[in-house]
C-alpha cells in the first residue's frame, strides 16, 4: 500500500528530530520510505502559545494494515520522547498518517485520511509536493481546496532517505 505521513517537531532540534524520526520509520518491519518532501517551517495551530514547527510529508509504500502503521508511528513518538500532556501543545515529533491508498477508516483510534490535513497549509503544501493532485476517496480533489491563510516558509531540502 502506498500512504503519506505528515511529520512535525517545534521542541528541540527540530530538524534532528524529523531526521531522526524518518530513521526510525525506515527500521520497522514492514515500512519502506520513497520520498521526503522539502522542509517547511509554519506558525502552530490551535493550542498554546509555542515554537514554529517544521514539517515534512513522507510517502512510504507498506504491507502493513492501517492499524498496525499507526502502531508503529507511536512507537517512533515514543521514541523520540514524545508526550501527550497538552492537547496540540509543543511535541518534539508528531506524526500523522494522511492518507493510505484509497482507503477510508473511521473508528475510535484511526480517522484516515486525516479529518483536518485539507485545513493546514503545514500538511498540503508537502504533500503537493509529493502528490500534485491527490484525489481524496470521497471524490474530493485538494487542488479544489483553498489553502489555509497560515504562513509556512521553506527552510530545508528533503530529509536523507536512509539506502
Given at each position: 500500500?502506498?500512504a503519506?505521513?505528515?511529520l512535525g517537531s517545534?521542541?528541540g ?7 531522526r ?15 521526503c ?18 514539517n515534512?510529508?513522507?510517502?512510504i509504500?507498506?504491507?502493513?494494515t ?5 502502531a508503529a508511528?507511536n ?15 509543543p ?21 484516515v485520511?486525516?479529518?483536518r490535513?485539507?485545513e ?44
Amino acid at each position: 500500500m502506498q500512504a503519506f505521513l505528515g511529520l512535525g517537531s517545534n521542541m528541540g532540534s527540530r530538524l534532528e528530530a524529523l531526521q531522526r524520526a524518518l530513521d526510525l520509520l525506515s527500521t520497522e518491519a514492514g515500512i519502506r520510505v520513497q520520498r521526503c518532501s522539502r522542509v517547511w517551517e509554519t506558525d502552530p495551530v490551535g493550542g498554546p502559545e509555542q515554537d514554529d514547527f517544521l514539517n515534512v510529508v513522507l510517502e512510504i509504500d507498506t504491507d502493513l494494515t492501517p492499524h498496525d502503521l499507526l502502531a508503529a508511528c507511536n512507537r517512533v513518538e515514543a521514541q523520540l520522547g514524545r508526550t501527550r500532556d497538552v492537547h496540540w501543545g509543543p511535541r518534539t515529533i508528531d506524526i500523522d498518517i494522511l492518507l493510505i491508498d484509497d482507503l477510508t477508516i473511521a473508528d475510535g483510534s484511526l480517522t484516515v485520511p486525516h479529518p483536518r490535513m485539507h485545513e493546514r497549509a503545514f500538511v498540503l503544501l508537502p504533500l503537493l509536493e509529493l502528490l500534485p493532485d491527490p484525489v481524496l476517496p470521497d471524490g474530493t480533489r485538494l487542488m479544489d481546496v483553498r489553502l489555509p491563510d497560515q504562513p509556512a516558509r521553506l527552510a530545508f531540502p528533503p530529509l536523507s532517505i536512509p539506502a
